[in-house]
């Protein structure tokens, strides 16, 4: 991710005792698939802790990729808002 695109937000909503994240993206330049939808899933065990931080930070440099749970967002770093959820939305099956 670099500072001049546009940060897609990411969800977040709690089910059966995990925490799920999830953003919504595109694939790019990826031959036929190029504008087709895809969702990436985060989950871990449900924790208070976690419900207390608003951004998702990131920093690639050169001593690699760094991401981080954050209550704000800092110079330097990629912010990726979270919004919480009520709950799952519909438009996501489990199986």
Same mark, same amino acid.
Request: hydrophobic share 35%; charged share 25%; glycine share 8%.
């Given at each position: 991710m670099v500072s001049y695109s546009i940060v897609m937000p990411i969800y977040r909503y709690v089910e059966n005792g995990y925490m799920y994240y999830f953003i919504q993206t595109t694939y790019r330049d990826y031959y036929k698939f190029y504008?087709?939808? &895809? &969702?990436? $899933? $985060?989950? #871990?065990r449900f924790n208070d802790e976690e419900l207390?931080?608003?951004? *998702?930070?990131?920093?690639?440099?050169?001593?690699?990729?760094? *991401?981080?749970? #954050?209550?704000? #967002?800092?110079?330097?770093?990629?912010?990726?808002?979270? *919004?919480?959820?009520?709950?799952?939305? #519909? $438009? &996501?099956?489990?199986?």
């Open positions: 504008g087709i939808p &895809i &969702i990436y $899933f $985060f989950r #871990s207390k931080y608003k951004y *998702v930070l990131l920093k690639v440099d050169e001593t690699g990729e760094r *991401v981080e749970l #954050s209550d704000r #967002s800092r110079p330097g770093w990629a912010a990726m808002p979270i *919004v919480n959820l009520k709950g799952r939305p #519909s $438009f &996501i099956q489990t199986s």
